[in-house]
């Protein structure tokens, strides 16, 4: 296996004759034919089975009902904040700007993020064997948390097949300087990044950044010129929105700062380790870690990267390998290190890189000869392999049912909303108020928390002119604003309505 793709002659010599012509162009063509045939099976599978597991009728969560409502047809725009950024919104506009359907937009999430790991996947052509990238691709399609947000209107999935795919675009490129369709595909997998979450971007980039400069046979102009001009085009409107609806680019990174909590050194590997068990945020992250089996294989994925480095310098091939390991750890920092909560998406664009250097690893595995040595391996990885899948479908069925479950009672509460008189146009306040207001067709506002998008003057002034509720927990109270509207029990909720507008005075 070679570190990068090789550049050959489309004819040979003998030694003592002319060079030989052209094989037929179907012998040609067959091995590479084979190997895309196998990811397209990889990737087509991918998306078979977020349509059977995740179930399309899920309904949207609150960072979901955030993106859709920027484009939605049927929904005013909810407040978005600084850390946001507005690749997702546009990634389902094509069919969130006229229809409501959660069901047709998974649909469309799912068939899309088949072919995106497909092209991800293929990206890596030349550099490692296709049964080493399908392989690949089946331990990162597999993962729960992949399954689960292929569908979904999140950025995490998309930044993590634009890291997969640009780290492969890079080591082509940089093998093969003739290889412009690599040039092409580092510059766009590193737009799609900042178009989907630019501080991500820079992160899952900053080692091919180090080794432009820190390695002289990597200094290439048309390299570093891609990957800036892939981060700039992709983060260009970031930025200018910054300026535009932020208070300019320091005051969105400080906002951004604070709505996670403050950057700075926390270190959250307990917490995700917590989260592994289908915990779709850990925030905050108490309880006891999930039982052995279902974190077992997160202690193993280290340990497989780690050996996987050892193979391949061995072997002699170490670039292949340690770009997307070190690539991998890079994209995990700031979330395991920097930020001081959890949730398992973060970690997509790691997972998708470890998946290629260990499906390599295993697929050495496998091949190592011996009479005995070599069933031996294949049925126990097969084995452990079979186990840990078994795993990830119980952690998705559990998290699935639970977030199902989640998201009907906020329809319910939509629902009763409607036959209180709050209709559209109508302002939602309190808890889980972004999702139910997407439901409810209404806008959403906060006076506190990382939402706050209005004060108790703003929320008065409003409800002259249209329906309003506020939604209070189960033993809450309402906020002071609320405390003269009439009280109602809504699938468990307590909700306070707010006075009926005079007829002049209504929207």
Known sequence: MRDGPQVTDSTSATPTGPRR?????????????????????????????????????????WDEAVYVSQVASHAPAAFFSAPRARGVPLLVAPVAAWSSSTELLRIYLAVLSGLALFLALRAWRGVFPA?????????????????????????????????????????????????????????????????MRPTDAVWATLPLFALLV????????????????????????????????????????????????????NTAVADHLRALGGRTLCRPCTGAAPSPPVTLWWYVL???????AAVAIRARRPVATLVPLVCAASAAFPYLFLIGYAAPRFLLPAY?????????????????????????????????????????????????????????????????LHR????????????????????????????????????SAG?????????AATLVAPGGSPPGY????????????????????APGERQ
């Open 21 to 61: 012509p052209d094989p037929p162009t179907a012998a040609r063509f067959a091995p590479r034919s084979r190997g895309e045939v196998a990811l397209a099976v990889v990737a087509g599978a991918f998306t078979l089975a977020q349509l059977l597991l995740v179930r399309p009728g899920m309904g949207l969560g």
């Open 459 to 467: 929320v008065r002034r409003a409800v002259r002119h249209m329906p």
């Open 214 to 265: 820190g390695a002289r046979r990597w200094r290439r102009p048309a390299l570093p010129a891609a990957l800036v001009g892939g981060l700039v085009a992709g983060g260009a409107e970031w930025v200018i929105e910054a300026y535009v609806s932020y208070g300019g680019l320091a005051q969105r990174l400080s906002d951004a700062s604070r709505i996670q909590g403050g950057l700075g050194w």
């Open 302 to 308: 280290p340990l497989l990267a780690v050996l996987a």
């Open 352 to 416: 998708a890189l470890l998946a290629v250097p260990v499906a390599d690893l295993l697929v050495h595995l496998v091949r190592v000869p011996g009479r005995i040595r070599r069933p031996l391996t294949a049925a126990l990885l097969t084995l452990a392999l079979a186990a840990h899948l078994a795993v990830q479908f119980a952690v998705l069925e559990h998290t699935v049912r639970r977030t199902t479950a989640a998201h009907r009672e906020w329809a319910a509460v939509a629902a009763g």
């Open 482 to 501: 609320a405390r003269s509207w009439t009280p109602h029990e809504v699938a468990g909720l307590r909700v306070y309505v707010a006075p009926a507008p």
């Open 131 to 195: 049964r080493v990238l399908a392989t690949a691709g089946a331990l990162f399609a597999t993962l729960w948390v992949t399954l689960f947000y292929g569908p979904q209107a999140m950025p995490n999935y998309w930044v993590a097949v634009g890291a997969l795919a640009g780290t492969g675009c890079f080591l082509r490129a940089q093998a093969n300087r003739s290889d412009r369709a690599a040039l092409w595909g580092v510059g766009l997998s590193a737009a799609l990044m900042a178009w």
């Open 420 to 455: 209180l008189g709050v209709r559209p146009p109508c302002l939602v306040t309190g808890e889980n108020d972004v999702p139910i207001a997407y439901y409810a067709g209404c806008s959403s506002a906060a006076t506190g928390g990382h939402d706050a998008n209005t004060t």
